[in-house]
């Protein structure tokens, strides 16, 4: 396995591989081809959110037991809604919280980037088009989703879509823990293989529907035990051989 970060370098940003410890700045496209370059220090980098998303393609309730816990019936097909490329943030940054908006929720979730441009995959060829996986916080506006009944503006606010810490390569997904705390203490605590519908059958249902490119993110849904956060919080999503994702939230 190979988790490519994109970091601060030199005044501008580059992408750097990590296998088994060892970095190497990146030579080539990460979506394309590429080559390991010079070694460069473990430590001590910015780490940048590691891709720049045309959409984030999000599913709402995709566990059973998050489903259970919002008095809501098994879904039939995969549902849907997109944030906006400028939610996007990576680790660190601080997560916005609009004063106005009520009570402002975590969900952790693992998230899947788009290798290739993808239309009307088939399902047995849906890994061929996943580049990596990546750790998702979908910041949601909870009294805003029950009050307009659609998730355009709960979940569209800038900075309500942190990613990181990087993109991990050659990782199996089905089956992988994934985690939320908040200042340290755990709340969500489930598995991907609890997912409702699976990372094939998601790829194929989405871009059956819209074409997905290079670096766009199907997240792909969170389970139970999402909770409010405030300012002065931090927040943290943690996918097993992907890493922890950890940002602090700030009143907008």
């Known amino acids: 396995m190979t988790r490519l970060y994109r970091i601060a370098y030199e ?28 070694a460069i220090a473990p430590e001590g980098h910015t780490l940048l959110a590691p891709v720049l998303p045309s959409k984030i393609v999000c599913v709402g309730l995709n566990y059973k037991d998050h489903a259970a816990e919002q008095n809501k019936p098994l879904p039939a097909e995969p549902l849907l809604f997109i944030k906006p490329s400028t939610t996007v943030i990576g680790p660190g940054e601080a997560i916005q919280a609009p004063a106005w908006a009520g009570r402002i929720d975590h969900e952790a979730e693992l998230g899947l980037v788009i290798g290739k441009r993808a239309h009307r995959v088939p399902l047995d060829k849906a890994n061929d088009y996943i580049l990596g996986l990546i750790a998702v916080n979908d910041v949601t506006a909870r009294e805003l989703q029950n009050k307009d009944g659609q998730y355009t503006r709960c979940k569209g606010f800038d900075t309500f879509a942190p990613i990181g810490p ?13 985690r939320g705390y908040v200042n340290g203490h755990l709340r969500q605590d489930s598995r991907t293989r609890e997912l409702i519908f699976t990372i094939p059958e998601l790829v194929a249902f989405i871009t059956s529907i819209m074409t997905l490119l290079p670096g766009d993110i199907i997240s792909t849904g969170t389970p139970s035990g ?13 996918i097993e051989g992907v890493g922890a994702l950890t940002n602090p939230v700030v009143v907008q």
């Open 226 to 238: 999402i909770g409010p956060i405030v300012p002065g919080d931090s927040v943290t999503v943690s």
């Open 166 to 178: 990087c993109i991990a390569t050659g990782l199996d997904g089905r089956d992988l823990a994934v």
């Open 11 to 38: 005044g501008g940003s580059r992408y750097a591989a990590e296998h088994e410890g060892q970095w190497h700045l990146v030579e080539g496209d990460v979506f394309g081809t590429w080559t390991r370059g010079a």
